[in-house]
């Protein structure tokens, strides 16, 4: 069983070593492709607001990380390794396809309704999971989590291109994504510390809380934000169309 874990270590950084390879092998970017980064100008308030809440988000999800969520899994139900190692494939599967089934959910409902309505269901899944009592019962529900937890992801990245100046753009993915790696180091230790003093439950209930806060919050503040982003897209290319006529 030991050698068995160091090679899982020796095969995830090997695959790292391929995937540095691909990169090498991307093109360059063509010289008049290339537009001088700007910082934040007069999107830096929305920009402030979304890294704000999207901290909340990070904290709530560090709360249960896979290793976390492993442990518990252990110290509640006695759960074997190989087991733990099937659950994880299909949880990992299956966040792999809520990514892929983003984008078309997104292009039917608007990328804020698809955060938040996929969000809100995979956070009660949790908070379910969290207070169950059988095995099969709790692997369900956090099947049906990993099934719909990461269709905000994509429509997040392409929501925050969508209300900044294409300029903003590099300066406002930097501002967003740091911020949330800052508050997701916060969380796991927190985590061990209610692990410690014997709260196994309160972890997963206090991500799933804070999760459905988040996503009642970015609705509240921000659907009106996508409409009207929406609006000068249409109206931008309709000029584009009136100038090719012309």
């Known amino acids: 069983m030991l050698d068995a874990l160091r090679l899982m270590f020796v095969l995830y950084a090997a695959v790292g070593v391929a995937v540095w390879l691909l990169y090498l092998r991307l093109p360059e970017a063509h010289a008049d492709e290339q537009k001088p980064a700007v910082p934040l100008g007069p999107s830096r308030g929305i920009v402030w607001r979304l890294a704000a809440l999207f901290s909340v988000d990070s904290f709530a999800g560090g709360l249960v990380l896979n290793s ?125 510390a209610m692990f410690a003093a014997g709260a196994m439950v309160a972890p997963l209930v206090a991500c799933g809380v804070l999760k459905i806060a988040y996503d009642l919050a970015l609705f509240a503040a921000f659907r009106r934000v996508e409409r009207g982003a929406a609006l000068n897209r249409s109206a931008a290319s309709e000029m584009q169309g009136v100038r090719r006529g012309r």
């Open 68 to 192: 976390l969520l492993a442990l518990w899994l252990f110290e509640r139900f006695g759960m074997t390794l190989a087991a733990a190692g099937a659950f994880f494939f299909w949880t990992g599967l299956l966040a792999a396809f809520s990514q892929l089934a983003a984008g078309p959910l997104a292009r039917r409902i608007g990328m804020i309704n698809t955060m938040v309505f996929t969000h809100i269901p995979s956070s009660l899944c949790l908070i379910g999971a969290a207070l169950a009592s059988s095995l099969d019962v709790t692997l369900g529900l956090l099947l049906a989590r990993s099934l719909l937890s990461q269709m905000d992801v994509p429509a997040r990245g392409a929501f925050v291109m969508s209300v900044v100046t294409p300029a903003e753009r590099p300066a406002a993915a930097s501002f967003t994504a740091v911020p949330r790696s800052l508050a997701a180091a916060i969380s796991p230790p927190i985590t061990g």
